[in-house]
Nanobody, 124 residues
Framework: QGQLVESGGGLVQAGGSLRLSCAASARTGSYYTMGWFRRAPGKEREIVALARWGGRSTYYADSVKGRFTISRDGPKNTVYLQMNSLKPEDTAVYYC?????????????????WGQGTQVTVSS
């Protein structure tokens, strides 16, 4: 099912921006939903945003609507998460994941392949 490699995390002040990238290996193929999840300290992993194959539809958690944007670069097999107006509560480890059934699901259990995670820390 291939591999996923995230990058772009770091430390930023509140109100700042970061762009996360998730590069999928060629074996991943193209027909999948790509999701971004995060896990904050002491909390469960939760959906942040997702994009179905071909950009047919996207989803954003209420907490990030209007601030985060998910996009896909098909030829590069890469998905981005542009995060603007960051808040301290956005601090978490961010993971990308793929669902090869392309269900557009918000549930962690529906994703088969996961990246290693990238830390995002937003200071107040």
């Amino acid at each position: 099912q291939g591999q996923l490699v995230e990058s772009g995390g770091g430390l930023v002040q509140a109100g700042g921006s970061l762009r996360l990238s998730c590069a999928a290996s060629a074996r991943t193929g193209s027909y999948y939903t790509m999701g971004w999840f995060r896990r904050a300290p002491g909390k469960e992993r939760e959906i942040v945003a997702l994009a179905r194959w071909g950009g047919r539809s996207t989803y954003y958690a209420d907490s990030v609507k209007g601030r985060f944007t998910i996009s896909r670069d098909g030829p590069k097999n890469t998905v981005y998460l542009q995060m603007n107006s960051l808040k301290p509560e956005d601090t978490a480890v961010y993971y990308c994941a793929t669902d090869h059934a392309d269900r557009g699901s918000v549930y962690v259990g529906d994703y088969q392949t996961w990246g290693q995670g990238t830390q995002v820390t937003v200071s107040s």
